[in-house]
């Protein structure tokens, strides 16, 4: 690499700086520039229709300061800023802005396409570097002051021709501030400030841009700092900023400005604009969040947020970007889903302790910096199985023959049933037997829908309901989804669909914890035979590779036709009740499973309530069961590489044994 090309950016002379030991207490002012800076950057820019959405969008957030347009740049930002005036669209506590250049033509236009509103802001810019002085401009530091000076004065002349009844606001840009010497950007600052005379009740917005992000963040706080020791008229005028992306560092740059001395902050939402992108005003809000301090701006719908975004602008949010993309609350190491899953129990065990909801404690969960549920998402865990995972075991069988990956604890479940039937019946218990088991004991079929009485009910009622239907004593309910449908799709299709279905289990009464998606390691897809749907789960859909939006390549069914298997993990208090479902799509497939779980614990409540009691002496105990095991037969009468299972005839002792097959012998 030719490295000579390149210097180091020069440091400011500031060795006694204090932004370093500063704390951000509270959120400093924002600008949303998605419908000017943003809207530039675009190859196909926002029609009027899309603008009004991004505009609506933003109000709906609750962003009260929002750059509209470049009115003299294009009829579409002048149209567009007339029509927010005339059909009277900006809430009388948003305040709008508009930028313009420091010539009088385009100032004059500007001017005259605020005529009527009766709150915005007026933003003038030119450059003060000292290579546009010289390349672009061809102007020496004092014509280049004057630029700014004049400027200035004209905007006041033609707000006293356009804007009498305006409560107007007005904002100076020295662009290429973070490349100006910095006592030649003061100079000029204050000259623009002897024109406006800021003072109270009119203030004066002076905005400092790393127009190319060209240093490090903490090159640019020294920058900010030196400026809010060195300007005048501190108490009237708000020192803003406005970073670019350009070295990766622009949410480090805003946040050490703010440590400084920074008051305001411009940018776009998921970081859209020139080049690299604006600084995220996601990242910077949640950012705030995360430390306990109120960002002033609605995340609880992000996904919505991003839907909007993206439609708008055309460009899709990386499943990367943080907080907002697909993949961001989704845990692929086996350590980290293992620490996360016993951070959400400990949490439950917590809120249990105290009698308050999970969601009322303070938020202290490995490898999730906030609560996914916060910002209206779901965490979710991808568990890969391998060919190695239960091999000549219970899922293996599940596995090959069947097309269904069991969770690890359903699976040890599972085999204490097998395992008494094995005892029982004193046969070997085959692939299909062993299917037959699993649909009777996790799968509610034809069964009464236990959530029909619950979803007749209004939210409150539907959720004690749905409370009672699974534990006594008012118990809340959470359910964890496995979905097992064999590909993972790193798309919003997906999260889309995981969303839909926490919204509806939510409705009737029950609260997803968490999503698992468990399958083979990979490329998350695997032969199976004789994948047939369970029981109960509703028609399957056309042939199909992720046609139902759930973003899952589901399992074979019948006939090519793809279905996707959920199991439900219900627990009320400190018991687990499993179910099973599988359908067309995710949301098929989760309400069956999650519905075979109701079922199943609210038949375990009636079991114990008619059995009687038995004299605290007499019951028995019995240790936990081991996992069977299960051999290849070999005998003619079974079927070539048939998996069975067969009864221990070993004397029988406390403790259970795994069993071998014993056909061929």
């Not at 802001?121 to 390349?135: D, E, G, K």
């Not at 004092?142 to 006293?160: F, I, M, P, Q, S």
């Not at 090959?400 to 218990?429: K, S, Y």
Request: proline share 7%; charged share 25%; glycine share 10%.
């Amino acid at each position: 690499m030719n490295t000579g090309r390149y210097t180091a950016f020069p440091k400011v002379p500031l060795n006694d700086r204090t932004w370093p030991d500063a704390t951000v207490t509270a959120a400093p002012r924002w600008l949303s520039t998605d419908l000017r800076d943003g809207n530039q950057a675009l190859a196909a820019p926002m029609t009027p229709a899309r603008k009004l959405v991004m505009f609506d969008l933003l109000v709906r957030m609750g962003y009260k300061e929002i750059e509209v347009g470049f009115p003299a740049a294009s009829r579409d930002d002048h149209d567009f800023v007339r029509m927010l005036v005339e059909e009277d669209l900006i809430p009388d506590d948003v305040r709008v802005s508009v930028l313009v250049q420091a010539r009088e033509e385009l100032i004059e236009r500007t001017m005259e396409s605020l005529a009527g509103a009766r709150r915005a802001t007026v933003h003038l810019y030119h450059a003060t570097s000292p290579w546009f002085r010289r390349r672009v401009f061809g102007m020496d530091r004092d014509e280049c002051k004057d630029l700014a000076v004049r400027g200035t004065r004209l905007v006041t002349k033609y707000a006293e021709r356009f804007l009498d009844d305006c409560d107007l606001g007005f904002q100076y840009s020295p662009e290429h501030f973070a490349d100006t010497e910095p006592d030649f950007s003061l100079e000029v600052c204050e000259a623009v400030m002897d024109v406006w005379q800021p003072g109270p009740g009119r203030e004066i917005i002076l905005n400092f841009p790393t127009t190319v992000e060209r240093s490090t963040p903490n090159v640019f706080a020294d920058q900010i700092e030196w400026m809010h020791r060195n300007l005048s008229r501190r108490e009237h005028l708000c020192l803003s900023v406005h970073p670019h992306n350009d070295r990766g560092t622009g949410v480090a740059t805003a946040e050490l400005a703010v440590l400084a001395g920074a008051q305001r902050i411009e940018g776009c939402l998921f970081g859209n604009g020139e080049r690299a992108g604006n600084v995220c005003l996601v990242t910077l809000g949640l950012n705030l969040l995360t430390q306990g301090v109120d960002p002033g701006v609605d995340f609880r719908d992000l996904d919505r947020v991003r839907r909007t975004v993206e439609g708008c602008t055309g460009i899709p949010v990386h499943p990367r970007h943080p907080y907002g993309g697909d993949l961001v609350y989704t845990a692929f190491s086996g350590s980290h889903q293992d620490a996360i899953n016993k951070g959400f129990d400990a949490l439950e065990r917590e809120a249990a302790e105290v009698g308050a909801e999970p969601a009322g404690l303070p938020w202290r969960l490995p490898y999730l910096p906030l609560d996914p549920q916060d910002v209206g998402r779901t965490y979710e865990a991808i568990v890969r199985i391998n060919s190695q995972s239960g091999k000549g075991g219970l899922a293996y069988v599940m596995s090959a023959r069947h097309g269904l990956n069991l969770p690890r604890a359903l699976r040890v479940e599972f085999a204490r049933t097998v395992q008494a039937l094995a005892d029982a019946e004193g046969g070997e218990i085959g692939p299909d037997r062993l299917r037959e088991c699993f649909e009777r004991e996790y799968v509610i079929g034809a069964a009464p829908d236990p959530f029909t009485e619950v979803t007749a009910m209004a939210p409150t009622q539907a959720a004690t309901a749905a409370v009672s239907a699974t534990a006594s004593g008012g118990v809340p309910a959470t359910v964890v989804l496995h979905v097992d449908g064999g590909g993972f799709d790193a798309g919003r299709d997906r999260t889309d669909a995981v969303r839909a279905v926490r919204a509806e289990l939510a409705r009737r009464g029950l609260r997803v914890r968490a999503v698992q998606h468990t399958g083979p390691a990979g490329d998350g897809r695997t032969a199976r035979r004789e994948a047939h749907p369970l029981p109960g789960a509703g028609r399957a859909g056309e042939p199909r590779e992720d046609t139902d939006g759930s973003g899952l390549h589901g399992l074979p069914g019948p006939h090519g036709l793809r279905e996707v298997a959920v199991y439900a993990e219900l627990q009320v208090g400190g018991t687990v009740f499993w179910g099973a479902g599988t359908g067309p799509d995710l949301r098929a497939a989760a309400l069956s499973a999650a519905a075979s779980a109701v079922a199943r614990s609210r038949r375990e409540r009636m079991r114990r309530t008619a059995a009687p009691a038995a004299p605290a002496e007499t019951v028995p105990t019995t240790a936990p069961t081991t996992v069977p095991t299960a051999g290849v037969s070999t005998g003619a009468a079974a079927e070539p590489g048939a998996l069975t299972w067969t009864r221990n005839t070993r004397t029988r002792s406390t403790r259970a044994r795994s069993t071998r097959t014993t056909a061929g012998r």
